[in-house]
């Protein structure tokens, strides 16, 4: 009886920990923030990211908006469930980024892509994290935009060994 007792107390501690990992996820999809270069501004760009477990796709996307406001750009950072996801008008640049859970991009992110109406004249690139090379998420991002008749630009799949320059690399692709 005492052998279950500690297993009964084990799984229920690892059961609110994940609750609490899973609640703290969610609330970056209603986070946004936005960068505004020290100069003039040269465009502007929304970036869409689901934060996911670890946060790297959060990071991946606070690296490329660094990128962009250097160089001009006034950047929205934003979670998909945040009422600036929607807004896309005035946007000349629209980054969206996923964790890949499965092979595929995280749920969150893949309801907002099929339900993405995008303005005239507006660049896309799609990024995920995470996931093993044969598991391009990325792809299968970009496979829903183009449903949707939306040419992405660029899209990248980022290993957990990619570095600011591969970020920056990205950037400089939709940028051209």
């Known amino acids: 009886m005492g052998i279950l007792k500690i297993i009964g107390i084990v799984l229920a501690i690892i059961m609110v920990a994940a609750a609490g990992v899973w609640l703290f996820s969610l609330s970056g999809s209603y986070a946004a923030e936005t960068l505004k270069p020290d100069g003039a501004v040269?465009?502007?760009?929304?970036?869409?990211?689901?934060?996911?477990?670890?946060?790297?796709?959060?990071?991946?996307?606070?690296?490329?908006?660094?990128?962009?406001?250097?160089?001009?750009?006034?950047?929205?950072?934003?979670?998909?469930?945040?009422s600036d996801a929607s807004k896309l008008s005035g946007y000349s640049i629209l980054m969206v980024g996923s964790p890949t859970y499965g092979g595929k991009p995280s749920g969150t992110i893949n309801s907002y892509l099929e339900g993405l109406n995008l303005p005239e004249n507006i660049t896309v690139g799609v990024y995920s994290t995470g996931g093993t090379d044969n598991n391009d998420s990325n792809q299968f991002m970009a496979d829903i935009l183009k449903k949707s008749s939306v040419r992405v630009e660029v899209s990248e799949k980022f290993g957990s060994s990619a570095d600011k320059v591969e970020y920056s690399n990205f950037v400089s692709q939709i940028l051209t």
Request: without cysteine; aromatic residues 4%; proline residues 5%.
């Open 42 to 82: 040269t465009g502007k760009a929304l970036i869409i990211y689901d934060p996911g477990l670890s946060g790297n796709t959060k990071n991946v996307a606070s690296s490329m908006a660094n990128d962009l406001k250097a160089k001009g750009y006034e950047v929205v950072l934003a979670g998909p469930k945040s």
